[in-house]
């Protein structure tokens, strides 16, 4: 009786060790499960993403815990810090854990020659989650904009030092959800670029160098020749982006002209630029002539053979056919130059042209496209495009009703902005002979929220180095403008594109899985204590 209750006793014993590891191996698996799929995303020139179906086998993901809301601090890392790897297919499965951990966590998909995909999770409990696409990005057309074009030297008399330096910007921008970006990837968060610079003159001279540039970032490259000849020279930078998440490299070029006199060893260069006449054809003979230049101590521009002074924009009768209207800037170091040819083609002219006699008195159209570029927690950085009118002079700047520039240009950035506050930019136009467009056209954006352990200097987080020059050197710098070899690129050049926007999912629903599991581990727990009731009985 004594071994067959032990028989029975150890019976018992095995069936409840048996369903205590059921239930342990139930509650282990108490985590959240993921399937993420792989595909190709391109990026235009406007920024845009432009997402495929195509797929991207053998990408990586790394995870991180973040310890605050944007993810610029981590403290831990999921998976016990692996990589985890797709294999030869485009879907991986990922495991978060039951209880979340401090602010959810940061997710970094990533391969060799893609831009990386950011993904900001907090899923937590258990089940399965929604299915997700990672887009592994490279973008269609990478330029890399020369900001400003720097002209140092020393020396004495016919021989000179020159130094070379210029401003150039990376050619995307980093708009994902999360502002960390592990040392492990860092070098997927840049673009590689050439920088040449060349002298042409008395003495030809090339030298290039190879820059890194994180996204959203900038850097100051430099050229250092030695001992130059007295003469004119032609100076010209390149920019070139050579890296593999670029489909193609635009290359940018802006030029100036140096001249180094025997007895000088100070150069201030003049600039010239044609505002009107433009490139096109005109159905008017009587065309508005706008130059802007720089540095200068006399203007002139020469149609048909005549050097005709200019002091402001006037109004020019000219003659049908093909016309080539040259400008000239002076001072006494030197002389530029360049040109524009256009055509005039009044035998379909039906209209009066308001223009003539300069009785203009109709406003220009308005900027159109008026979008935010970037922003920060002190500046918001805004874009626009320009009327086409021959006589558009002015964007006339308004930043919460009040006026704060009048400007040319395409774009403005505000700064010193206080962070988590919005503002509205108002733009109207205005010509060349004072007509202003009252139409309003406004773009509302709010700055960033500081981070919560940012304590000093929190506003200028964002914010890029100021540009610096050798204080041992006089220096000069140069607003560049096009010649009429590259008419699409003016100076300063400034181009920022965001990169995509990252979707995240954070959708809660209701987990039956759970109910589920609950009313198995209860059943269990019943079913075991009827098995031993019974077992104890037949003892």
């Given at each position: 009786?004594?071994?067959?209750?032990?028989?029975?006793?150890?019976?018992?014993?095995?069936?409840?060790?048996?369903?205590?590891?059921?239930?342990?191996?139930?509650?282990?698996?108490?985590?959240?499960?993921?399937?993420?799929?792989?595909?190709?995303?391109?990026?235009?020139?406007?920024?845009?993403?432009?997402?495929?179906?195509?797929?991207?086998?053998?990408?990586?993901?790394?995870?991180?815990?973040?310890?605050?809301?944007?993810?610029?601090?981590?403290?831990g890392t999921l998976w016990n810090g692996n990589v985890?790897?797709?294999?030869?297919?485009?879907?991986?499965?990922?495991t978060y854990p039951e209880v979340l951990l401090q602010?959810?966590?940061?997710?970094?998909?990533?391969?060799?020659?893609?831009?990386?995909?950011?993904?900001?999770?907090?899923?937590?409990?258990?089940?399965?989650?929604?299915?997700?696409?990672?887009?592994?990005?490279?973008?269609?057309?990478?330029?890399?904009?020369?900001?400003?074009?720097?002209?140092?030297?020393?020396?004495?008399?016919?021989?000179?030092?020159?130094?070379?330096?210029?401003?150039?910007?990376?050619?995307?921008?980093?708009?994902?959800?999360?502002?960390?970006?592990?040392?492990?990837?860092?070098?997927?968060?840049?673009?590689?670029?050439?920088?040449?610079?060349?002298?042409?003159?008395?003495?030809?001279?090339?030298?290039?160098?190879?820059?890194?540039?994180?996204?959203?970032?900038?850097?100051?490259?430099?050229?250092?020749?030695?001992?130059?000849?007295?003469?004119?020279?032609?100076?010209?930078?390149?920019?070139?982006?050579?890296?593999?998440?670029?489909?193609?490299?635009?290359?940018?070029?802006?030029?100036?002209?140096?001249?180094?006199?025997?007895?000088?060893?100070?150069?201030?260069?003049?600039?010239?630029?044609?505002?009107?006449?433009?490139?096109?054809?005109?159905?008017?003979?009587?065309?508005?002539?706008?130059?802007?230049?720089?540095?200068?101590?006399?203007?002139?521009?020469?149609?048909?053979?005549?050097?005709?002074?200019?002091?402001?924009?006037?109004?020019?009768?000219?003659?049908?056919?093909?016309?080539?209207?040259?400008?000239?800037?002076?001072?006494?170091?030197?002389?530029?130059?360049?040109?524009?040819?256009?055509?005039?083609?009044?035998?379909?002219?039906?209209?009066?042209?308001?223009?003539?006699?300069?009785?203009?008195?109709?406003?220009?159209?308005?900027?159109?496209?008026?979008?935010?570029?970037?922003?920060?927690?002190?500046?918001?950085?805004?874009?626009?495009?320009?009327?086409?009118?021959?006589?558009?002079?002015?964007?006339?700047?308004?930043?919460?009703?009040?006026?704060?520039?009048?400007?040319?240009?395409?774009?403005?950035?505000?700064?010193?902005?206080?962070?988590?506050?919005?503002?509205?930019?108002?733009?109207?136009?205005?010509?060349?002979?004072?007509?202003?467009?009252?139409?309003?056209?406004?773009?509302?954006?709010?700055?960033?929220?500081?981070p919560s352990n940012c304590t000093t200097n929190c506003?200028?987080?964002?914010?890029?180095?100021?540009?610096?020059?050798?204080?041992?050197?006089?220096?000069?710098?140069?607003?560049?403008?096009?010649?009429?070899?590259?008419?699409?690129?003016?100076?300063?050049?400034?181009?920022?594109?965001?990169?995509?926007?990252?979707?995240?999912?954070?959708?809660?629903?209701?987990?039956?899985?759970?109910?589920?599991?609950?009313?198995?581990?209860?059943?269990?727990?019943?079913?075991?204590?009827?098995?031993?009731?019974?077992?104890?009985?037949?003892?």
């Amino acid at each position: 009786m004594v071994e067959k209750a032990d028989y029975k006793m150890k019976k018992t014993n095995l069936i409840i060790g048996i369903f205590v590891l059921i239930f342990l191996a139930v509650l282990v698996s108490a985590d959240v499960n993921q399937l993420q799929r792989g595909f190709y995303s391109s990026i235009s020139d406007n920024g845009t993403a432009v997402r495929t179906t195509n797929p991207v086998n053998d990408f990586n993901v790394i995870g991180f815990v973040c310890a605050n809301e944007d993810c610029s601090i981590v403290n831990g890392t999921l998976w016990n810090g692996n990589v985890l790897n797709s294999g030869s297919n485009n879907e991986l499965t990922l495991t978060y854990p039951e209880v979340l951990l401090q602010k959810g966590y940061g997710l970094f998909f990533y391969k060799e020659g893609y831009i990386p995909y950011e993904y900001r999770a907090d899923w937590r409990g258990n089940g399965q989650a929604d299915n997700n696409n990672v887009f592994l990005s490279k973008k269609e057309n990478c330029q890399v904009p020369i900001n400003d074009l720097m002209i140092s030297h020393y020396g004495d008399k016919i021989l000179v030092n020159a130094t070379l330096s210029s401003d150039v910007s990376s050619a995307v921008s980093h708009a994902g959800p999360l502002n960390y970006v592990p040392d492990s990837i860092a070098h997927l968060y840049s673009i590689d670029a050439d920088v040449t610079f060349k002298l042409n003159g008395p003495e030809n001279a090339e030298m290039s160098d190879n820059v890194n540039l994180p996204f959203s970032e900038h850097k100051r490259v430099y050229a250092e020749f030695g001992i130059i000849k007295a003469g004119q020279y032609n100076i010209s930078v390149t920019s070139n982006a050579n890296d593999v998440k670029c489909v193609n490299s635009i290359p940018l070029t802006v030029y100036s002209n140096l001249l180094i006199e025997d007895n000088r060893t100070n150069v201030t260069l003049p600039t010239i630029s044609i505002l009107s006449p433009e490139a096109k054809t005109y159905n008017t003979r009587n065309i508005l002539v706008n130059l802007r230049s720089t540095n200068a101590t006399s203007v002139f521009y020469n149609w048909i053979g005549v050097n005709v002074s200019y002091t402001s924009p006037q109004y020019v009768t000219f003659n049908e056919g093909s016309n080539t209207l040259t400008a000239y800037a002076v001072n006494d170091v030197t002389t530029a130059h360049t040109s524009v040819t256009f055509n005039v083609d009044t035998s379909q002219n039906n209209q009066t042209n308001n223009q003539t006699n300069g009785s203009d008195t109709t406003p220009p159209a308005s900027v159109t496209n008026l979008h935010l570029i970037s922003r920060g927690t002190s500046y918001l950085n805004w874009g626009w495009t320009n009327p086409s009118d021959s006589d558009f002079s002015q964007a006339i700047i308004y930043i919460n009703g009040i006026n704060v520039l009048n400007t040319s240009n395409n774009y403005y950035n505000a700064i010193n902005l206080q962070p988590n506050s919005t503002y509205t930019i108002t733009i109207r136009t205005k010509d060349l002979t004072g007509n202003v467009n009252t139409t309003l056209v406004s773009n509302t954006a709010t700055t960033l929220s500081l981070p919560s352990n940012c304590t000093t200097n929190c506003n200028n987080v964002t914010e890029p180095d100021e540009k610096k020059s050798d204080g041992d050197k006089k220096s000069k710098r140069l607003v560049l403008e096009p010649y009429e070899e590259n008419e699409s690129i003016a100076g300063p050049i400034f181009l920022e594109e965001n990169v995509i926007s990252l979707e995240k999912s954070k959708q809660k629903v209701f987990d039956w899985s759970l109910v589920i599991l609950i009313l198995f581990v209860l059943g269990s727990i019943l079913l075991l204590i009827l098995i031993i009731i019974l077992l104890m009985g037949r003892r």
